[in-house]
């Protein structure tokens, strides 16, 4: 099986199942009180947060541990709407995550008013666009770092700056970009408010990633109404006795991520240059890249080979390739980004490849399933 779905998620790192496992040996309550089980629990939940906070070169004190950016993103973006209820007006994009989109409508039923930024052919928004965007009343602007069908990176510390300047909260969904780019929160990103992002597309488990709740001017983290009411774990931001075998999981993969953010980046787009040229030579004039090749992700590839319908691809050789249509989390559905970017009618053409730094000579017999959709289905 030649695995190029890691957009969608990523193969556990042996060391990620280890330090799990040897979490799962212990099974104190890091919220109970004096004994020393309790108490070796909390020493370990908060080596974890250091841990986690290091990958972004943030304070431990700014990570909330949650289930993943679907819940990250719901947080936010509903935690602002309660916690500044005379700030009505939301702004995001119309390439978002499905976890962002859909909150910011069921802002709107309580009445939010939402501006869907739109985003150019290579997948990105246009700074411009969000400064004619803010209003007087604007409470948050949510964009999304990588995009995670096209891979196209937004300018993060030019479109945060616009807010901080403008006095608006910034969240970005940083799921996609999360170990291929460096995101320092204290230097060329500081002016993020919020961060989402799930450990699971970092060779960590599923179910478990973190929120990043910035500071505001008084040094004292944003306000933000919770999802979950309950307990006073993670600073009374997130109820709920953590998932101490995941978060130790989660810790471990940034851990791994930290260690190779700058090996991992340049072997991803070494792969990235062999495929598609390997792609252009096998098939001459036949295939469309999609986003923006220069200013992306690497590792993450959408593409059109003229002649192919991706659900036959697919389907037919289910058992010997593992790749996507566009976005795992939207089944069935006509992708919302390729429409954003007005190339709608590549819908059923479209396959979206992802790498991890093991994908290595597989290329070759890629090549070759598709010739062999050639022979079988052409004519
Ligand atoms: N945002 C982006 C950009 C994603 O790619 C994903 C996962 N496909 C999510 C949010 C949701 O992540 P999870 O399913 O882990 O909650």
Do not use: W
């Not at 070796?40 to 290091?54: G, M, P």
């Not at 471990?252 to 340049?266: E, G």
């Not at 000579?361 to 062999?372: A, S």
Request: net charge negative; glycine share 6%.
């Amino acid at each position: 099986m030649i695995y190029l779905d890691n957009a969608s998620t990523t193969p556990v790192a042996p060391e990620v199942i280890d330090a799990m496992v040897e979490e799962l040996q212990h099974f104190g309550n890091p919220s109970s009180k004096f004994y020393p089980e309790a108490l070796s629990a909390q020493a370990r939940l908060k080596k974890y947060r250091e841990t986690t906070a290091n990958l972004f070169s943030c304070d431990p004190s700014n990570i909330i541990f949650n289930a993943g950016a679907t819940e990250g993103n719901n947080h936010v973006i509903t935690g602002c709407f309660y916690a500044y209820p005379e700030k009505k007006h939301f702004i995001t994009t119309n390439a978002e995550h499905k976890s962002v989109l859909e909150t910011m409508k069921f802002l709107e039923s309580l009445g939010a008013e939402v501006t869907y930024l739109p985003v150019s052919e290579k997948c990105t928004i246009n700074p411009d666009d969000l400064v004619s965007a803010i209003k007087k009343d604007t409470n948050l602007v949510s964009i999304f770092f990588a995009n995670n069908e096209v891979g196209s990176l937004n300018d993060i510390e030019v479109l945060s700056t616009i807010c901080k300047e403008n006095n608006v909260l910034f969240h970005t969904d940083a799921t996609q970009a999360v170990g291929k780019v460096d995101i320092n929160l204290s230097t060329d990103y500081k002016n993020i408010d919020f961060l989402t992002f799930s450990g699971h597309k970092i060779h960590g488990p599923k179910g478990v990633g973190a929120l990043y709740v910035g500071n505001n001017e008084y040094g004292v983290r944003h306000k933000l109404t919770p999802l979950l009411h309950g307990g006073d774990q993670e600073f009374k931001l997130r109820s709920g006795t953590q998932s101490m075998h995941n978060i130790a999981g989660l810790a471990k993969a940034c851990d791994l991520a930290k260690d190779s953010l700058i090996t991992a980046p340049q072997t991803l787009k070494a792969l990235e240059v062999e495929f598609i040229n390997a792609l252009n030579n096998a098939f001459p004039g036949q295939v469309k890249f999609f986003g923006d090749l220069e200013h992306k992700i690497p590792g993450l590839l959408s593409f059109a080979l003229q002649g192919i319908n991706n659900e036959m691809f697919l389907s037919n050789y289910c058992d010997k390739v593992a790749l996507s249509t566009g976005s795992a989390c939207a089944i069935g559905e006509p992708s919302h980004v390729l429409r954003a970017m007005n190339l709608g009618e590549y819908t059923d053409q479209v396959l979206r490849v992802s790498f991890n730094t093991n994908f290595d000579k597989q290329l070759t017999k890629f090549i070759l399933l598709i010739n062999d959709y050639f022979t079988l289905f052409s004519l």
